[in-house]
Nanobody, 114 residues
Framework: VQLVESGGGLVQPGGSLRLSCAASGFSFSSYPMSWFLQAPGKERELVARTSGGGTTDYADSVKGRYTNTRDSAKDTVYLQMNNLKPEDTAVYYC?????????WGQGTKVTVSS
């Protein structure tokens, strides 16, 4: 199983970023795909989770601003982040839950600052 994130960077408050997570080594469409964030000094927390069927749940803090989608043709999941706030600053991790084992990408850093 391999998960490779990309798309992080520095953005001003109110701006947008799209993160990508390219998956390989497993049947992508069969398993839930999630995004977590870990802010400095804090625990890793769930941002969004999309089931194999495409149903997505979001953390309250990002509802209406983030959209998680998955492209089964490309084995890739995308996190579109709009109206970013300084408190969204964190390392974002892609994750797959396969038969009870959670796999992680290496993370991509998002910094929201003026």
């Amino acid at each position: 199983v391999q998960l490779v994130e990309s798309g992080g960077g520095l953005v001003q408050p109110g701006g947008s970023l799209r993160l990508s997570c390219a998956a390989s080594g497993f049947s992508f469409s069969s398993y839930p795909m999630s995004w977590f964030l870990q802010a400095p000094g804090k625990e890793r927390e769930l941002v969004a989770r999309t089931s194999g069927g495409g149903t997505t749940d979001y953390a309250d803090s990002v509802k209406g601003r983030y959209t998680n989608t998955r492209d089964s043709a490309k084995d890739t999941v995308y996190l579109q982040m709009n109206n970013l706030k300084p408190e969204d600053t964190a390392v974002y991790y892609c994750s797959a839950l396969i038969w009870g084992v959670r796999y992680w990408g290496q993370g991509t850093k998002v910094t929201v600052s003026s």
